[in-house]
């Protein structure tokens, strides 16, 4: 049976300070907590038996067979699943980014865990093992952020840095700059590098003014037909994904000619 206590510590690690102040998070569900648990040492797994007998040896510093009220207890979810994890959080440096020799996406103020996870598991998808952000986009430890990820962390890195003092030094490097912006020009006519850094900014403000200045290839999606009325803009998720999927695109053209 799980402990009050236990169940009280569990729904602590909703708040930020709190999963900071005891290096942890959560993740929950079958597959993303599997898909887990092979690259992040795991402080607790609370299972029911059913998922554990599919895991064979299980790795956690504590291990409680739970049964479905005990997992609902301690969930975060409207419709708990079999598993629920709390996970170290792991040791990235920032100094392990490398702009000069890959692709790297620079996230400005990004506040919806849906759009952050979504975006962690676009970078996966399309390759993209850095994303670096500015100190007020949401955690990527959020248990929703976590939840949209898809299993996606255990494939790219996020870091948290003052992101015009990081860009100013990435142009004093001549690192190539894309930012997105509805002045912007047509992406599809521009000259887009294999390395890099794609920077996507706010979803309602979008890139700030101070760093959208060390920008330096200001970017257009456009909409189809031009001459169609269309939303004034995507949903930043949306607009990664096109952003990316253009730029491995043309590396894929690249290879192809070789």
Known sequence: MLSKNKIKYIHSLELKKNRISEGVFVAEGNKLVADMLPYFSCKLLLA????????????????????????????????????LAVFNMPDWHIEEV???KELVLALDGIQDPGNLGTIVRLADWFGIEHIVCSKDTVDVFNPKVVQATMGALAHVKVYYTDLTAYLTNCKEQAVPVYGT??????????TLTSQGIVLMGNEGNGIRPEIGELVSERLYIPNYPSYR??????????????????????????????
């Open 48 to 83: 029911k038996p059913c998922w554990m007998a599919t895991q064979g040896d299980i790795s956690a510093e504590e291990l409680i067979v739970a049964d479905e009220d005990d997992v609902a207890k301690a969930s975060f979810l409207k419709n708990p699943q079999d598993v």
């Open 98 to 100: 490398s702009p000069l």
């Open 181 to 190: 912006f509805l002045d912007g020009e047509n992406m599809y006519e521009r």
């Open 229 to 258: 009325e269309t939303a004034e803009s995507l949903n930043v998720a949306i607009a990664t994904a096109v952003v990316c999927a253009e730029f491995r695109r043309r590396e894929r053209m690249k290879l192809d000619m070789k």
